[in-house]
């Protein structure tokens, strides 16, 4: 069975400053993976995926993802933080076939930043 | 706004009772998928529905039902309710049953068993 791991659950970093929360999954098969974001007293929103090709993600409000095969990698990175970025986010795999999948998350990273 | 809709917003009842909750996906979107987020558990996948179909099951309690109606939108039911089930109860929709499908999820229904 697929797993994730998040390291950290909680990260904090000042405005502007580089962000990085770290993902690792562990798969059989080529995984799909994802990253969702999610404010307080909200669902989640989707901010990124890999699937297959380019290995750079890039996603919404300034964030990407690599996805590293020989590491089972797939850190989230945005080069400058804003307050706005304050919320959890969520490292995510699926597994299934075209009949039906699961998605499996990680624990959950809060991501804090400081003015 | 995801275009999901989950009703009720919040629901408190208590031990041994049964709930349902309500799920309408985004128009155009057939699969219709069911997660448990809590602070033990985190985020948990409970099960997906394409089409009216049951087509993935995860970390479902038998307690729990779920089904999608013709008309796509979808209930989950829980019944004999014990204090371990209060949670945050999330639906999200895609537009099919690939895994590559960007998942939408609605706002959740907090559940609180007293």
């Known amino acids: 069975a697929q797993s994730v791991t998040q390291l950290g659950s909680h990260v904090s970093v000042s405005e502007g400053a580089l962000v990085l929360l770290r993902c690792n999954y562990s798969?059989?098969?080529?995984?799909?993976l994802f990253w969702y974001v999610q404010y307080p007293n909200q669902g989640l929103q989707l901010l990124l995926k890999?699937?297959?090709?380019?290995?750079l993600v890039k996603g919404i409000n300034g964030f990407e993802a690599e996805f590293k095969k020989s590491e089972t990698s797939f850190h989230l990175t945005k080069p400058s933080a804003h307050m706005s970025d304050a919320a959890e986010y969520f490292c995510?795999?699926?597994?299934?076939?075209?009949?039906?999948?699961?998605?499996?998350f990680g624990a959950g990273t809060r991501l804090f930043v400081k003015a | 706004d995801s275009g999901v809709t989950q009703t009720p917003k919040h629901l408190i009842t208590a031990t041994g009772q049964r709930v349902t909750l309500r799920c309408s996906p985004r128009?155009?979107?057939?699969?219709v998928y069911w997660y448990q987020q809590s602070l033990d558990q985190g985020l948990q996948f409970l099960i997906q529905?394409?089409?009216?179909?049951?087509?993935a099951k995860g970390n479902i309690l038998e307690r729990f039902s779920a089904q999608q109606f013709p008309d796509l939108h979808s209930e989950l039911n829980l019944s004999s309710l014990e204090l371990g089930d209060s949670a945050l109860y999330f639906c999200a929709s895609s537009v099919s049953t690939v895994g590559t499908d960007t998942q939408y999820f609605g706002p959740g229904t907090r559940l609180t068993v007293l």
């Open positions: 798969s059989s098969v080529p995984p799909y």
């Open positions: 995510a795999v699926s597994e299934g076939n075209t009949g039906g999948f699961k998605t499996i």
């Open positions: 128009s155009g979107d057939l699969s």
């Open positions: 529905y394409y089409n009216g179909e049951e087509r």
């Open positions: 890999y699937t297959t090709g380019a290995t």
